[in-house]
T-cell receptor, first 113, second 113 residues
Framework: QQQVKQSPQSLIVQKGGISIINCAYENTAFDYFPWYQQFPGKGPALLIAIRPDVSEKKEGRFTISFNKSAKQFSLHIMDSQPGDSATYFCAASWAGSARQLTFGSGTQLTVLP | DSGVTQTPKHLITATGQRVTLRCSPRSGDLSVYWYQQSLDQGLQFLIQYYNGEERAKGNILERFSAQQFPDLHSELNLSSLELGDSALYFC???FGQGVDEQYFGPGTRLTVT
């Protein structure tokens, strides 16, 4: 019940295109959903996060869409750039578990020039 | 730069040995989380400390232990090392008390030979 399932495993997008990564969760107690971006040899960097009281959050080219009834959330990267090529992880946490993050399996995004 | 520091960056050691990984949280953060990243298990939560006290345990082996010191830095001790312990170990910090964003350090790459 603690799992967060992420898809696709890998994604190739042309420069200027939209990248979409999806996650689904089972634990309805989760109430915080961050996305992390990780470049090779670096630690995960917090990109954007959402709570279930809103259905969408946008920061620059990055948007999280959240569907509480379906227990799904997704990351949209608009106008994708080669510099966005990285591994993206969705995650979830809840207060009852001391906010430990449960991560998805990651999506390797490649943006072609 | 997240403001979280980890040392050493790389560690190569033999099976059966013991190592200590060190983490300094961002200035002002009270919570420290340890995560393990491996190819087969992905990113997994190990243990969390808040202001010197252990608050949550994840899939942490009995051979592993951690502590948080009065100056809030934390150490993760790994003993009786096995080949399967080879992984990236990340520390993350957050302020806590309802502020849930976790910021990751650059990680320590442990190689057990």
């Amino acid at each position: 019940q603690q799992q967060v399932k992420q898809s696709p495993q890998s994604l190739i997008v042309q420069k200027g295109g939209i990248s979409i990564i999806n996650c689904a969760y089972e634990n309805t107690a989760f109430d915080y959903f961050p996305w992390y971006q990780q470049f090779p040899g670096k630690g995960p960097a917090l990109l954007i996060a959402i709570r279930p009281d809103v259905s969408e959050k946008k920061e620059g080219r990055f948007t999280i869409s959240f569907n509480k009834s379906a227990k799904q959330f997704s990351l949209h990267i608009m106008d994708s750039q080669p510099g966005d090529s990285a591994t993206y992880f969705c995650a979830a946490s809840w207060a009852g578990s001391a906010r430990q993050l449960t991560f998805g399996s990651g999506t390797q995004l490649t943006v072609l020039p | 730069d997240s403001g979280v520091t980890q040392t050493p960056k790389h560690l190569i050691t033999a099976t059966g040995q013991r190592v200590t990984l060190r983490c300094s949280p961002r200035s002002g953060d009270l919570s420290v989380y340890w995560y393990q990243q491996s190819l087969d298990q992905g990113l997994q939560f190990l243990i969390q400390y808040y202001n010197g006290e252990e608050r949550a345990k994840g899939n942490i082996l009995e051979r592993f232990s951690a502590q948080q010191f009065p100056d809030l830095h934390s150490e993760l001790n790994l003993s009786s090392l096995e080949l399967g312990d080879s992984a990236l170990y990340f520390c993350a910090s957050s302020f806590g008390q309802g502020v849930d964003e976790q910021y990751f350090g650059p990680g320590t790459r442990l190689t057990v030979t």
